[in-house]
C-alpha cells in the first residue's frame, strides 16, 4: 500500500470519528435543552440596544398575566425613559413598573434596565393574545429612540425562563359566611367593649432606579461593539 492511500484512509478515519463523537454528544445533551440560555431576539436603533427578548407566559397547569423578559442597554449620555410595551399586532399593552418603589422606567445613561426577573423591573401583560412557540411583534417606546420593534419567541415560565417568568395568579379561597349571633344576649358590664383598631402597614420606602450594576438576576446578555 503506498504512503498517500495509507494517508488517506487514516484522514478518513479521523474525520468519520469526529463526527461520530459530535453527534453522541448531541444527543446526549438533548435532555437539557431547557436550562442552555438559547439565542433570543435582540436589536439596537441609536444608543439603545435592547437583548434578550421574550415574551413568557404561564407555566404549564398555571394560570396568570404574561411578562416580557429583555434587557435594555442606553449607550448614550442621556437618560430614557421607557414610555410603553406593546405586545403581538394587536398591540396590546403591558403594565410597567420599576425594580423599586414607583414611577416610570428609567435607562440611565450608559446604563441598563433589566425586564422580567425577581427584582427587576416589570412589563406585565394581563391579557396576552400571544402563542405559545411562535413569534410576537414586541415594540419598546422610549422618550429619545422612539419605537424599537423586536420580533420576540413566546415561550411557557419552563426551564432556563422559570426565573424570568410571571407569578401565578393567586387560588382564592372561600369567604366564611359570618355566623348570627344569638338574640337578646346582655353583656355582664353592660356595656359594649369597641374592637380594637389594626397596626397601620408600614410603606417601604421608594427605591432608585437600577442600572447595570445592580446585582441583580438578570438574562445574559452583553452590548455588542
Same mark, same amino acid.
Given at each position: ?55 413568557? &407566559? ?107 417568568? @410571571? ?7 372561600? &369567604? ?8 337578646? &344576649? ?6 359594649? &367593649?369597641?374592637?380594637?383598631? @389594626? ?27
Amino acid at each position: 500500500m503506498s504512503r498517500s492511500l495509507r494517508r488517506g484512509i487514516l484522514a478518513a478515519t479521523a474525520v468519520a470519528f469526529s463526527l461520530f463523537t459530535v453527534s453522541a454528544c448531541g444527543a446526549g445533551n438533548e435532555a437539557d435543552t431547557n436550562q442552555v440560555r438559547p439565542d433570543n431576539a435582540g436589536t439596537s436603533v441609536g444608543k439603545i440596544k435592547i437583548q434578550n427578548v421574550n415574551v413568557i &407566559t404561564q407555566a404549564e397547569g398555571s394560570e396568570g398575566p404574561a411578562v416580557v423578559s429583555a434587557k435594555i442597554f442606553n449607550t448614550g449620555g442621556t437618560a430614557q425613559t421607557l414610555e410603553s410595551v406593546t405586545v403581538s399586532p394587536q398591540g396590546v399593552k403591558a403594565e410597567l413598573s420599576p425594580a423599586k418603589g414607583s414611577g416610570p422606567v428609567t435607562i440611565p445613561a450608559n446604563g441598563s434596565v433589566i425586564l422580567g426577573g425577581k427584582g427587576n423591573a416589570a412589563a406585565t401583560l394581563d391579557s396576552p393574545e400571544v402563542e405559545e412557540g411562535g413569534v410576537t411583534p414586541v415594540v419598546f417606546t422610549l422618550s429619545g429612540t422612539g419605537e424599537v420593534e423586536v420580533g420576540a419567541l413566546v415561550m411557557p415560565a419552563d426551564g432556563y425562563y422559570e426565573r424570568f417568568g @410571571p407569578s401565578s395568579q393567586p387560588t382564592q379561597s372561600p &369567604t366564611a359566611s359570618p355566623s348570627e349571633t344569638p338574640e337578646g &344576649t346582655e353583656s355582664p358590664s353592660g356595656s359594649e &367593649t369597641a374592637p380594637e383598631s @389594626p397596626a397601620g402597614d408600614e410603606e417601604a420606602g421608594a427605591g432608585a432606579q437600577e442600572d447595570v450594576a445592580n446585582g441583580d438576576e438578570e438574562p445574559e446578555g452583553t452590548p455588542g461593539d
